[in-house]
Structure formats: structure tokens, C-alpha cells
């Protein structure tokens, strides 16, 4: 769906003058984009194609099919370097450069008959076509005078090319490889691997690697440069992936920096060894160790100083390099960014020596003087250096200062990388890189993100969501309003769709030809500058993510041919602003969570077909909320108090303020607070306040239809709709919120089961989340059955769920097409086959989290937290509405 409507830009250029009215911003209805990136942004979509570049060859066959952009990167990855800051080197990935000539110069120091240099093809079994030549040198000429040369055609990935000879004397050669046709290139070694000669390539010296190679002597082969595993780096013959592009009249974003998300491993074994210190620590001192390759390695701190300094060197090095190639559009700052408490929610980070020193200070700078803090906190700390973070949730000032702390170290991350860059390139854009769902429970204080901290170190947002299945959450449409407000560039540039399959590697596959036509779409509405759909090709142990060859892969090429007809219509258009704002305040955010009638709002919003952006304490800070004439709160509990003056302003001059639930009832250091007089007596001026004081979104409908009505007005359009059939619409929501973190195995048990509270309505189906350890159950199942009031009470439905239905962190259904009544409790029980063997069957469970008056049960017996339950509910729409 198209999520707004746009407007041409009058600030810029067209063939003839404009009228006056029309260069006047003032006279335009205001849009999303600001207009300090008018003039690099041109067009909604203008880049689109696939998430990651590939080779010539694939990169052909995407730009046949419409595509003009992908995604590139080069990862901080450390080499041992004893002449660098602390004994840790960079290096410039050669890959995207390309070269006319790879060589080494170097010392024999036997007679020798034969040259044998490692040869890759970029995993093209026959690849391309290349000459090496031997020359003599000197220390004034390389190629002083030529000893052989061959030509060698077809090479295969990883050979060995082999120039043999007369045999020739001691002394100090060169040998060189020109003259590349197709892919390949030469393998190196990272760092001074070989100190009696030297890299180059296109007659300028490496000193970042040396490149591999052997001799034939008498008495046997002898090693030049040896390659190693942990250090190796493939240097490309050719006009490299830039040049690649640019012959293609494609464009690239492009990652630069360090990857702090540890399920992708970058930093070598001997790093940590090198820096015990490195990784990150939870609340017991214990190392959080990650991997999705077979292999685990420790989370990687964000403020450790090895990290910080050699990612900046990185940064300076390759943004110097590649800002020479016109194929780049935009930086983007490292990897995806998070802390690992993010996958572990109840072990909490970062709790190593760095961390600790850094949250210290960033109290000193907040507070300026101990007794400051120590009357904010109620402590009797004697200095800083005293102070200790937090080792588990409260809901106080300490534990409120400890989460500000973290979202604020997360975007110094970004703040550094930024720096680095710009110092680099003047001119380009820099954008963060975002990935994760933050729009559910504690997910966003876990993660540490923040997109107004985000917005304040970067230029704008590049992002990574994964939608699936029938994504009932309309989380493209969420992230993207979340973001669309702060008025920078949006670049969703690893858009992911997964299909659940479970004989699929990683359980699901990607697009299909409604997804892709879906997502393209509400990106365009969306208003996302740069598009990027993962992926042409390939899989990862998440997920097979290739499009190539499926049925999605026409539609996607249908998508870009239609995009390109609209070009010229899109040209100098951008969303226009929604006139309807959604308060997501701060403090309720950070220390409660996403509250569950936000993301009601935001499903009632998006299906009622009403615009809207996401609004933070920030918008009011700047006056910038004041464009919106209707804000929304619902459950706003904690509001810092400089923020409740600035709503109280926005009503008063004009805005109209709809307060549903919760408002400033407590703050952040836990303590009660009553809400402001000014609610019920309604502000002073020209505004107005509407109070719904009931916490849910059903009772608060009434007065937000007649809210949006009275401040849309004319631009509102009614449609008289009439269908053939009454037509059922559904809605899910998962009791965890998506968290999860004790998978309880159902053997050795009677039951597992979980209550759940419900208001009235349709409940369609229940569904239980089962983790299988990694494996497919072959010959067990459980009964998996629902009944009415309490454990107790009568049996609505009973089945049985065979091994055939069950896959690893896979929902298992069970429908009952229930009518609940006010109050109705539902008791979902699940019943293992006799003699279900240990770690086959079990039942996500979130150990910490708390839903309404719902109890998680093993054998009857009551146990802390909520069992993984998704409810689906069903609600029959007429044939004919308006």
C-alpha cells in the first residue's frame, strides 16, 4: 500500500522557470524529507535492486532485470601488525579496486627452475585468463630484464600457475600477472609477511600484504610467502567490483567500519588472545560468546579501545581509497549494531572493565559533581570511580541511568564511525545501519537503540528489517513511520521477506510474487530513497535468502521496469507529512517496553488507512511536533517532566492532544505521580485535549475517528465499498512479544500449559511455540489441547500434533472459533507422547515476563513467567461499508 501521498519539491531544478508560488517552500504542503538532503535525494526510489553486489556476471543479470543499485561493504577485520598501533594493522579489501598488474619483488636464495603463484577465481570453477612474467630486478628497475613469461587461459578457482625456466641464479627478482581477461586474481597474506621484498600493484607498492608464492629448487619446492588461513586476502586482476559497477551503470551503498553483531564473526582468533579484555561481559562476569558458522567467539565490545582506533584507521584508509569511485552513493557505518543482550534478554551488558569506565564518566558529564547523582539516586557514593553499574532490572533512577547509558555508548559507536568518515569524504552521505525488531516488548532497550540519538550522529537510516509469513504486525509499515518522522534519508537496503518452510535451510525461504509486490510498494509510500531486496542469490544457516530463478524473480523485474516508467513522475516528489503524530514518549519506551495498544494503534491506523508518523520527546524539544495537528498518547506512563511542559505548549498553541490511558503516572526513578490538572481542565489557548482515561485502544476508537476526521477534514475520502461475501479478518498477537529464553523440554513431564485472560471477541486459534534442539522429531509428537476456564474446566478442542507438523521454533495451531465473554480464561495444555525421548519436544517460555493474569504451568504446578502463546482473532467484516 502506498502509506502517503507526495508532492513536487519547488527547491528544485527544473527546464523552465517556475512561478513565483511555486519556488516558495512556504506555499508547498510540508513533506517528509528535510530539505538539506533535497539536493542529493532526487526521487523516491531512485536506487533499487538487490541487498549484496556479486560478480560481473550475476551483476548482468540484475541489471537486465532493472536493477541499478546493490549493497557492498568492507568489514574492520584485524591483521597482526607489530608496526602498527598496538601490534593491530588495516587493511584496503583490493577487491573493489581492481588492477591492471599484481606483483612481488623478491630474494632467491638458491638457483631456481619454476614460479608458482596462488591464483583465485571468486569461486568460478574455470575462471579467467592471465600472463605472469619473471624478471630480473635491481633496486632501481623491477623489471630490469625479462627471465619468462606464459600465458595461462581458463585457470581454475585456487590453482597454482606454474612458469617454469631455466634454471636462474641467486638474486632479487619480480615477477608480475597482467593482462586479465575474466575473473580472477592473486592470493596475499595480510601484513609484512615477507620483509626481503615487497606487494605492488599498478606500480605502486602494498604494504598491507605480500602475495603468495613458491619456488622449485634443487632440492625441492621452497615457500616464498606462506598464505595463512586467518589472514588471507584476494587481490583482484580487472577493473575490481567498482569497476564492475560503473561498467554496468550501477551504484552501490557502501558499509564501512566494524561489525559489533557477534553471530557474524570478523575478528580473528589471535585478537582475543591478544585482548583477553575484548568481549563483551554480563552482569555475572561471564563472556558472551556467539556464532553462526560452527564456531563461537566472543561479542565484541563497542568502546574497547583496540576497537575503536584501529576501526577509525580502517575508515580512513578504505573511505580514501573508494571515495575516488563515482559507483559509491552513500557510507554506511559498519555492520548491525547491538548488544548481545538483545538475543539474551535476561543476561544483560556490558559489564567489561571499558564499559564500566565509560558508563562512570558518562554519569560525571551528566550529573557534574557526586552529590548530584547521589540525591538523584538516593546513594551515598564518596566519587565516580566508586560507582558500580547496575546488575539487574529496578525501577529506579540507577537502572533508568544504566539503559540511558547504553542507547547513548551505542550511538557513539555510530558517532566515531562518523567522524572517521566525514574526515575522509567531505561530500557523501553517512547513514546508520538497523536491523532487529524493536517494536515489542523490551527489544529496543536491549538492543540499545535509539532513532533519535541515531538520527543526531548520522544523516540517515539504512536498515535490514525481515518481514514473514503474513507479517501480522505491518512491520515494514512501522519501522519505516518510525524513522520517517526524523526527516532523513530512509535506505531499507536489506529488505527481507521469509516464507516458513521447514525443509528449508534455516526453516523459511524469501519472496514470493505478492511479498515483493507488497514491500516494493509500501517502501515507495514509505518514501525509501535507496532499495534493496535480499537476495539475488544464496543462503545463510538463517535462511535461503536467493530470488534468482524463483517465480519472485519476475515479478521483481516487472516491479523495476514499472518503476522506471515512473521516473519522471517521481522526480523532486516526496511523502507529504501526515497530519496525525503518535507520542512514543522516552522514558515509557526505554524502562517499559513497547506497549501492546501501541501496536494496536498502529494496525487500526494502518488498516483504516490514516498516515501517520512516530513522534519522540526530541519532536517537542525542537517545535518540530507543532506540523502535526493531532498527537495521540496512549500509555504514556513515564514522561520526563520538561517533555510534559512541552505537550502542555503543543496544546495550548493550537495542537490537539488525544490522551488515551496511562499519562505521566509515574517517573523514572519508579515513584508515583499524579497526573497533570491541566488534562481535565484543558489548556489555556487555542488547542484542545481530548481524555480517554480507559488504557485500551476499542474504547478510545470513538474519539480518535472523530479526532482524525475533524483534523484531515477535506482531504479525507469516503468509499462506499460492496463485496460479493463476507469476508473474515485476522489478527495475531504473541503474549512474549517475541521474547523468549528457557526452552522447557516437554519430556519428563505430565503437561506444560499456560492460562491466558482474554476480553470478549472471536478467538480463532491458539498457537504454542515448540523448540526441537536444533533437530526434526521422527517418531513423537504431544497432544496439544485447549479448555474454558481454568485447568478444570471443559475441553474445547483436543488433537494430536504429529512429528510431521512439529520443526524447530515453529508455531503449532490449534483452532477453536470461540466467542469469549468479558473476563474469559482459556487454559492451552500441551501433553508429550509416552516416552518422548529428552530434547525432542519442548515450549518456549520467557522466564521474567509478566501478561495479564496469564500463568505458566509444568505439571500443574505454577512456574514464573509466560509460556510462548500466540492468539489469533477473527472478526467477520460486512459485505457492505463505508
Known amino acids: 500500500m502506498l502509506a502517503f501521498a507526495f508532492t513536487f519539491l519547488a527547491g528544485c531544478a527544473a527546464a523552465e ?31 533499487l535492486g538487490y541487498s549484496f553486489g556479486d560478480d560481473f556476471e550475476n551483476l548482468s543479470l540484475m541489471a537486465a532485470d532493472g536493477a541499478n543499485a546493490v549493497g557492498y561493504g568492507t568489514v574492520w577485520k584485524p591483521m597482526e601488525d607489530p608496526a602498527a598501533p598496538n601490534g593491530v594493522g588495516v587493511r584496503v579489501p583490493d577487491l573493489f579496486l581492481g588492477a591492471v598488474t599484481l606483483g612481488q619483488t623478491f630474494r632467491a636464495d638458491n638457483p631456481f627452475t619454476a614460479l608458482s603463484i596462488a591464483t583465485p577465481t571468486f569461486s568460478h570453477p574455470v575462471g579467467g585468463s592471465v600472463t605472469v612474467t619473471l624478471y630480473r630486478a635491481s633496486r632501481e628497475n623491477r623489471r630490469q630484464e625479462r627471465v619468462a ?75 616464498i610467502v606462506t598464505g595463512d588461513p586467518d589472514e588471507r586476502i584476494a587481490s583482484r586482476l580487472g577493473r575490481g567490483r567498482f569497476g564492475d559497477l560503473e561498467a554496468l551503470g550501477m551504484r552501490t551503498s557502501m558499509h564501512v567500519g566494524n561489525w559489533n553483531n557477534g553471530f557474524f564473526p570478523y575478528y580473528p582468533r589471535w585478537f582475543y588472545e591478544q585482548f583477553p579484555d575484548v568481549t563483551m561481559l554480563d552482569q555475572d562476569g561471564k563472556a558472551f560468546e556467539a556464532g553462526m558458522f560452527g564456531e563461537s567467539f566472543g561479542w565484541p565490545a563497542i568502546d574497547h579501545p583496540v576497537i575503536t582506533e584501529g576501526t577509525a584507521r580502517h575508515i580512513d584508509a578504505c573511505v580514501g581509497e573508494f571515495s575516488t569511485s563515482p559507483a559509491v552513493i552513500y557510507w554506511v557505518m559498519g555492520g548491525e549494531a547491538l548488544y548481545p543482550t538483545y538475543a539474551w534478554p535476561n543476561r544483560w551488558s556490558d559489564y567489561q572493565d571499558n564499559a564500566v569506565v565509560h558508563f562512570r564518566e558518562w554519569l560525571r558529564r551528566k550529573y557534574g559533581d557526586i552529590g548530584a547523582l547521589n540525591r538523584a539516586w538516593r546513594s551515598d557514593h564518596g566519587g565516580f570511580p566508586d560507582i558500580e553499574p547496575p546488575r539487574a532490572p529496578a525501577k529506579n533512577a540507577r537502572w533508568a541511568d544504566w539503559l540511558d547509558f547504553r542507547c547513548d555508548a551505542m550511538a557513539e559507536r555510530f558517532q566515531y564511525h562518523y567522524q572517521a568518515t566525514r574526515a575522509a569524504d567531505p561530500g557523501r552521505l553517512i547513514v546508520t545501519a ?265 474504547a478510545a476508537l470513538p474519539a480518535i475517528m472523530e479526532a482524525i476526521a475533524a483534523t484531515v477534514g477535506a482531504q479525507a475520502i469516503s468509499v462506499r465499498l460492496r463485496g460479493d461475501r463476507q469476508v473474515s479478518f485476522f489478527d495475531c498477537e504473541d503474549i512474549t512479544q517475541d521474547e523468549h529464553d528457557v526452552a522447557d523440554d516437554m519430556a519428563g513431564h505430565t503437561s506444560l500449559s499456560q492460562t491466558v485472560r482474554l476480553d470478549e471477541g472471536l478467538i480463532h486459534s491458539f498457537a504454542i511455540m515448540t523448540p526441537t534442539y536444533l533437530k526434526r522429531p521422527e517418531k513423537f509428537g504431544f497432544t496439544l489441547e485447549v479448555r474454558r476456564a481454568g485447568s478444570g474446566g471443559p475441553v474445547i478442542n483436543r488433537e494430536h500434533v504429529g512429528p510431521e507438523r512439529v520443526h524447530d521454533n515453529k508455531w503449532c495451531e490449534i483452532v477453536i472459533d470461540d466467542h469469549a465473554e468479558q473476563g474469559a480464561i482459556y487454559h492451552i495444555v500441551a501433553i508429550p507422547d509416552p516416552g518422548l525421548p529428552a530434547a525432542t519436544i519442548g515450549w518456549w517460555r520467557f522466564s521474567t515476563a509478566h501478561y495479564a493474569q496469564a500463568y505458566a504451568f509444568a505439571d500443574d504446578r505454577p512456574v514464573d513467567g509466560v509460556r510462548a502463546v500466540m492468539i489469533t482473532r477473527r472478526e467477520a467484516r460486512p459485505a457492505d461499508a463505508n
Open 17 to 47: 522557470p517556475l512561478p513565483d508560488w511555486l519556488r516558495t517552500e512556504r506555499a508547498l504542503p510540508q513533506v517528509t524529507l528535510d530539505p538539506l538532503y533535497r539536493g542529493l535525494c532526487r526521487r523516491p526510489v531512485e536506487y
Open 149 to 223: 613469461s606464459r600465458r595461462f587461459e581458463e585457470v581454475r578457482d585456487n590453482a597454482w600457475l606454474r612458469l617454469q625456466f631455466a634454471e636462474q641464479p641467486p638474486g632479487d627478482y619480480h615477477w608480475e600477472c597482467a593482462e586479465a581477461v575474466g575473473p580472477i586474481g592473486v592470493w596475499g597474506t595480510a601484513g609484512n609477511a615477507y620483509p626481503d621484498g615487497a606487494a605492488w600493484r599498478n606500480d605502486e607498492p602494498l604494504t598491507h600484504l605480500d602475495f603468495e608464492a613458491r619456488l622449485t629448487t634443487p632440492e625441492g619446492e621452497q615457500t
Open 434 to 698: 538497523n536491523h532487529g525488531h524493536v517494536y515489542s516488548g523490551q527489544h529496543r532497550t536491549t538492543m540499545g537503540f535509539d532513532p533519535v540519538r541515531y538520527a543526531q550522529v548520522s544523516e540517515g537510516f539504512e536498515t535490514g528489517q525481515i518481514m514473514t509469513d503474513d507479517d501480522p504486525d505491518l512491520f515494514n509499515l512501522i519501522y519505516g513511520e518510525s524513522l520517517a518522522s526524523l526527516g532523513k534519508p530512509y535506505c531499507p537496503v536489506r529488505l527481507a521477506y521469509k516464507l516458513s518452510d521447514p525443509d528449508a535451510r534455516g526453516g523459511g525461504r524469501s519472496y514470493t510474487p505478492q511479498a515483493a509486490r507488497r514491500y516494493v510498494y509500501e517502501s515507495l509510500g514509505l518514501g525509501a530513497w535507496h532499495l534493496g531486496l535480499i537476495q539475488w542469490r544464496g543462503s545463510l544457516p538463517d535462511g535461503e535468502w536467493g530470488v534468482m530463478g524463483t517465480p519472485a524473480q519476475a515479478e521483481i523485474a516487472s516491479l523495476f521496469a514499472e518503476f522506471e516508467a515512473m521516473g519522471p513522475l517521481l522526480t523532486h516528489t516526496w511523502p507529504l507529512k501526515p497530519k496525525v503524530g503518535v507520542f512514543l514518549s522516552e522514558d515509557t519506551w526505554l524502562l517499559d517496553g513497547f506497549d501492546r495498544q501501541w501496536t494496536a494503534l498502529h494496525k487500526w491506523l494502518a488498516r483504516t488507512h490514516v498516515p501517520k508518523h512516530y513522534l519522540y520527546d526530541w519532536h517537542f524539544e525542537t517545535g518540530r511536533a507543532a506540523s502535526y495537528p493531532l498527537v495521540i498518547s496512549i500509555n504514556n506512563r513515564r514522561i520526563a517532566p520538561a517533555t510534559l511542559d512541552l505537550l502542555r505548549a503543543y496544546a495550548e498553541n493550537g495542537g490537539h492532544l488525544l490522551v488515551v490511558g496511562g499519562f505521566h503516572t509515574r517517573n523514572r526513578a519508579g515513584g508515583r505521580c499524579a497526573q497533570p490538572a491541566w488534562l481535565k481542565t484543558g489548556p489555556r489557548g487555542r488547542g484542545r485535549i481530548t481524555l480517554v482515561v480507559e488504557p485500551k485502544l476499542t
